[in-house]
């Protein structure tokens, strides 16, 4: 991959104590006319939130919460892209950085050992207009949670864990963001968002998986054979496929 020299976008960082949630405040600030590469990060949330409206909270300071503002000419279908081009971003920094290997859990975590490492969450502003607001916020648990009862409970695992040293959250969110705007032109061409897609789906550990899937109407149990072009996961549910758009994935031994 190229290197597109000194980072442009993705240089307004705005750290903060304490939020409700970055997305919450990146998403009520692109309405007020925030540029495309603004970044809120807290060191805690106070009303932090995962896919589905569920809580996430973690002690100050134990994670990176950071949420990401794109403005991007993409039609709703095309929307998983941008949450790709992040989890990608994020998975090669902490590779990088850190020196630990992690996979995607579709439809929006990184996890090793099928351990919850991070959670991507995207929400939009301005859908249906020609200029989309999209803020990705990622969640990374760097020191919390440590092996223990919590951690077991939560099925969840931490960098410093899986490193063996501490680890600096602002140097891994620099990273993070330099990858962003390596791989940010790729939005703006079918063939870039469909590359991003292809390889996200080369480094989602559920493909290939046997899965029980839990959506708003059924229970799917069956094999995911991979993601289609909209980033919908593909199940084979005894020799038929179907495409599951949103629900709650559990791999299965």
């Known amino acids: 991959m190229n290197d597109p020299g000194p980072r442009r976008r993705f240089v307004h960082i705005l750290w903060f104590d304490?939020?409700?949630?970055?997305?919450?405040?990146?998403?009520?600030?692109?309405?007020?006319?925030?540029?495309?590469?603004?970044?809120?990060?807290?060191?805690?949330?106070?009303?932090?939130?995962?896919?589905?409206?569920?809580?996430?909270?973690?002690?100050?300071?134990?994670?990176?919460?950071?949420?990401?503002?794109?403005?991007?000419?993409?039609?709703?279908?095309?929307?998983?892209?941008?949450?790709?081009?992040?989890?990608?971003?994020?998975?090669d920094a902490i590779a990088g950085e850190i020196g630990v290997s992690v996979g995607a859990k579709w439809p929006n975590d990184l996890v090793t050992d099928n351990r919850k490492l991070a959670g991507v969450l995207a929400e939009t502003r301005g859908l249906g207009g020609e200029d989309v607001a999209v803020v990705v916020g990622i969640g990374i648990n760097v020191s919390w949670p440590a092996p223990g009862p919590e951690a077991t409970e939560l099925n969840?695992?931490?960098?410093?864990?899986?490193?063996?040293?501490?680890?600096?959250?602002?140097r891994l969110l620099e990273a993070m963001l330099d990858l962003v705007e390596r791989r940010r032109h790729q939005l703006d061409v079918a063939d870039g968002r469909a590359s991003l897609l292809h390889e996200l789906e080369s480094?989602?550990?559920?493909?290939?998986?046997?899965?029980?899937?839990?959506?708003?109407?059924s229970t799917l149990v069956g094999t995911a054979v991979g993601l289609d072009p909209?980033?919908?996961?593909?199940v084979e549910v005894d020799g038929v496929q179907r495409v599951v758009s949103v629900g709650d994935v559990v791999h299965l031994r």
């Open 18 to 91: 304490q939020l409700d949630s970055t997305n919450t405040w990146l998403l009520d600030a692109a309405g007020t006319g925030a540029p495309e590469g603004t970044v809120a990060v807290a060191d805690h949330q106070s009303a932090g939130r995962g896919r589905l409206r569920r809580r996430w909270e973690s002690p100050p300071g134990s994670g990176l919460l950071a949420s990401i503002l794109f403005r991007v000419h993409l039609d709703p279908t095309e929307l998983f892209s941008v949450s790709a081009l992040v989890t990608l971003a994020a998975r």
């Open 156 to 170: 969840a695992t931490c960098l410093e864990s899986l490193c063996g040293h501490p680890v600096d959250r602002r």
């Open 203 to 217: 480094v989602t550990v559920t493909v290939g998986r046997r899965v029980r899937v839990q959506t708003s109407t």
């Open 230 to 234: 909209r980033g919908q996961l593909i």
